[in-house]
């Protein structure tokens, strides 16, 4: 009996789906390692993020942050739901046009960007969130409509410390004691239009901190608004919704956090119809709707039991870089009690090369087929060449069918831009 899969992943006569369609084949026609995104799953976590906000709210946007992953085709889906996009850089935006997100519905958030890049982004009249004032008043031959800037809350929270992005040692947005002095420069340089943004962290699983942290926001943006005689059109509460990747973490309560956020706007006596509420959600939007498969390529039964894969700290960082944790297990073979106790490792020359520790694994063998789940957000947007190792395909599952919508590169990518 199966016992061991996760969205968007289902089981029918003890084979492996996704939206309807055979993993087993999409591996074997497309190679590994591979992405494989459901963008029926896509569709249902925006839908169901909207109906929680919708539930408290009249006056609301989505903007997917296309960071998480940013492959047009993916990006469309969600311009296909309506949705904005939060971007960091030139290339990002261009990216958010390319996959149809109308410039109206885009705001950039970036930091230290060249001035010739941020000249180029004006010129596109997209709202942008300023990181700081001298960002702004490099800016001031050609402010945006409408202008915001990054509230850095001084406290932070994040899964991990690496993506705790609010907190006074962080290089992220502008602190308590300066943030008056942002918007009173911003107004004395002719700004009309303005709103409130802060994002303290991602990951977050605690519909607590959400409430703590936009409570906060709100006190500072009202005081902002009385002192300066201003008025704000929205407050951004950045991205930050966690979802479990461990077998005993809790989904987020979407509907406290939204609910908690309605509770303060109520108890500001602020009025929705003319405050917008923005949230720039990337991982809630698309972790769980792809998974990583590779292929079994080694098994070293030594000190440890390690299961070597063809899926590297180049195909998917997380597990290095901030020691994360995925899901694991083989596509059609079922998770038994007595599993062996598995090192899930990758083809790249670092010790740090782990996908997963301490997994029970049915019975590995070479051939076999392996999937990592949640690897939608920060997974393919993440990896490199490091190694000498080509970035993998991504497919995404449309109208029931696998369609490719990257390449995998070759050994011509590893040299193309190598002068001769
Ligand atoms: N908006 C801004 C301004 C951001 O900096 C971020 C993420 C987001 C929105 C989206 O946050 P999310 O909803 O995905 O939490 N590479 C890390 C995540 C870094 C997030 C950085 N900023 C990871 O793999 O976990």
New binding site residues.
């Given amino acids: 009996m199966p016992r061991k899969y996760y969205p968007p992943i289902v089981v029918n006569n003890e084979r492996m789906l996704i939206d309807g369609c055979d993993l087993e084949e999409i591996a074997k026609g497309f190679g590994t390692p591979l992405y494989v995104t459901s963008s029926n799953r896509i569709r249902e976590n925006f839908d169901r993020l909207r109906k929680a906000l919708s539930n408290n709210f009249k006056n609301f946007e989505i903007?997917y942050?296309v960071?998480?992953n940013s492959n047009p085709h993916i990006i469309s889906v969600f311009s296909e739901l309506g949705s904005g996009a939060?971007v960091?850089n030139l290339n990002e935006l261009n990216l958010a046009l390319k996959g149809g997100i109308p410039s109206e519905k885009i705001m950039l958030?970036s930091n230290n960007l060249h001035q010739s890049e941020m000249d180029e982004i004006a010129k596109q009249n997209i709202a942008i969130?300023f990181d700081d004032i001298g960002q702004l008043e490099r800016m001031k031959a050609k402010l945006p409509d409408l202008i915001s800037f990054?509230f850095n809350p001084g406290t932070g929270h994040?899964?991990?410390p690496?993506?705790t992005?609010g907190g006074v040692k962080t290089k992220?947005g502008i602190l308590e004691d300066q943030i008056l002095d942002a918007y009173r420069k911003a107004k004395d340089l002719g700004a009309k239009r303005f709103g409130f943004?802060y994002?303290e962290?991602?990951?977050?699983l605690d519909p607590q901190v959400f409430r703590n942290t936009f409570s906060k926001a709100m006190e500072v943006m009202l005081r902002i608004q009385e002192k300066l005689d201003i008025e704000f059109e929205f407050i951004d509460a950045?991205?930050?919704?966690?979802v479990p990747y461990r077998p005993e973490e809790e989904p987020l309560d979407i509907a406290e956090v939204f609910s908690a956020f309605r509770s303060v706007f109520d108890k500001n006596k602020v009025d929705n119809e003319n405050l917008k509420i923005i949230?720039?959600?990337?991982?809630?939007?698309v972790?769980d709707t792809t998974v990583l498969i590779g292929q079994i390529t080694n098994i070293k039964n030594s000190s440890e039991f390690f299961v070597g894969t063809d899926i590297g700290m180049s195909t998917l960082?997380?597990p290095a870089?901030?020691g994360?944790y995925h899901e694991i297990s083989l596509v059609n073979k079922f998770i038994g009690e007595n599993g062996p106790k598995c090192t899930v490792v990758g083809p790249v020359c670092e010790t740090s090369d782990i996908i997963g520790v301490d997994r029970l694994l049915p019975d590995p063998e070479i051939g076999d087929l392996i999937i990592v789940y949640n690897t939608g957000?920060?997974?393919y947007?993440?990896s490199s060449q490091y190694n000498g190792n080509v970035r993998p395909a991504e497919v995404m599952i449309v109208n029931g069918a696998p369609k490719l919508i990257r390449i995998r590169e070759t050994f011509q990518d590893l040299i193309s831009k190598v002068t001769p």
């Fill in positions: 903007k942050a960071k998480a939060d960091s958030t969130n990054r994040g899964y991990f690496g993506i992005t992220f943004h994002m962290g991602s990951g977050i950045g991205g930050g919704l966690g949230i720039e959600p990337g991982r809630y939007l972790a960082l997380r870089l901030y994360a957000a920060y997974g947007s993440m």
